[in-house]
């Protein structure tokens, strides 16, 4: 039985290459001095930011994918809050008029394999979310239809009492 290496923090090059080997395309941008990854899965981007930089330079020793999506018009109630509540590995929030998914992966003494599952854990929910989204907003839509069909009609005066 061969040991495998540990990694123990990880570069924009390592992630790269990760991202690369599994078939994605991956851009490295730079916003105020702040290094990231562009990449998109099914047609929807998403960023790879990192987080606390390890010892040495350049390395860091956990990382966050983000996808955000501009909203348009209202989002129906709930839908951050019941996406939580159902899904373990990532989260929504709203933050201005984006909703934003999110999902950490630490990197403390773990083998290359687990960075490629986190990655197809990611690539998954990426999945689910525009799934979840449509049904979402569909059930939405169907409980307001169903909420002005039934309407409280307001008493009307009777016309010959009224003339009395």
Known sequence: ?????????????????????AGYRVN??????????LSASQGIGYAVR????AADAGHYVDFTYSCALRVQGELPAGLAQVWNASRRFARLSLQGEF???????????VGETHLRSQLELW???LQEFIVYLREYSQQA??????T???????PQPDAEVASL
């Not at 839509?141 to 169903?146: D, E, W």
């Open 1 to 21: 039985m061969t040991q495998a290496t540990l990694i123990t923090s990880v570069t924009t090059e390592s992630l790269t290459d990760l991202l690369q080997g």
């Open 28 to 37: 490295q941008t730079e916003q105020n001095g702040i290094v990231q990854l």
């Open 50 to 53: 990192f987080g606390n930089p």
């Open 99 to 109: 909703l934003l998914m999110e999902m950490d992966v630490v990197v403390a003494g």
């Open 123 to 125: 690539d998954r929910l």
């Open 141 to 146: 839509a169907q409980l307001q239809a169903q």
């Open 148 to 154: 002005e069909q039934v309407t409280v009609a307001e």
